[in-house]
């Protein structure tokens, strides 16, 4: 019954930019957490960023503060992930998550969130 399906991943120059997109099907979103994490080889699942449901405020990893920014479309039942900047390590499959408890704020830990996109790959390389 629940769907995320998450778009914009790709090559990209150090320096460069891309958006994230994560959209989601037979449900609204406007009131649950939504979280965005990456995973590299050989690394732990990390929390990039989330936006809490409960007021709307925003959270970063003190890794991409500064570059990294999420925002949320209702309209088109989105979340977006905005990073520019992007350095080689930040290449990593990056997933959304979706905390199926409602109207309280968001965590980076992945144990938070309850459903999962299939992820997209963004490679930082020159």
């Known amino acids: 019954q629940l769907q995320l399906v998450e778009s914009g991943g790709g090559l990209v120059q150090p320096g460069g930019s891309l958006r994230l997109s994560c959209t989601a099907s037979r449900f609204k979103l406007d009131y649950n957490s939504i979280g965005w994490f990456r995973q590299a080889p050989g690394k732990e699942r990390e929390g990039v960023s989330c936006i809490s449901s409960s007021d709307g405020s925003t959270y970063y990893a003190d890794s991409v503060k500064g570059r990294f920014s999420i925002s949320r479309d209702s309209a088109k039942n989105t979340v977006y992930l905005q990073m520019n900047s992007l350095k080689v390590e930040d290449t990593a499959v990056y997933y959304c998550?979706?905390?199926?408890?409602?109207?309280?704020?968001?965590?980076?830990?992945?144990?938070?969130?309850?459903?999962w996109g299939q992820g997209t790959q963004v490679t930082v390389s020159s």
């Open positions: 998550a979706v905390d199926r408890n409602l109207f309280r704020r968001c965590f980076l830990a992945h144990h938070e969130y309850d459903y």
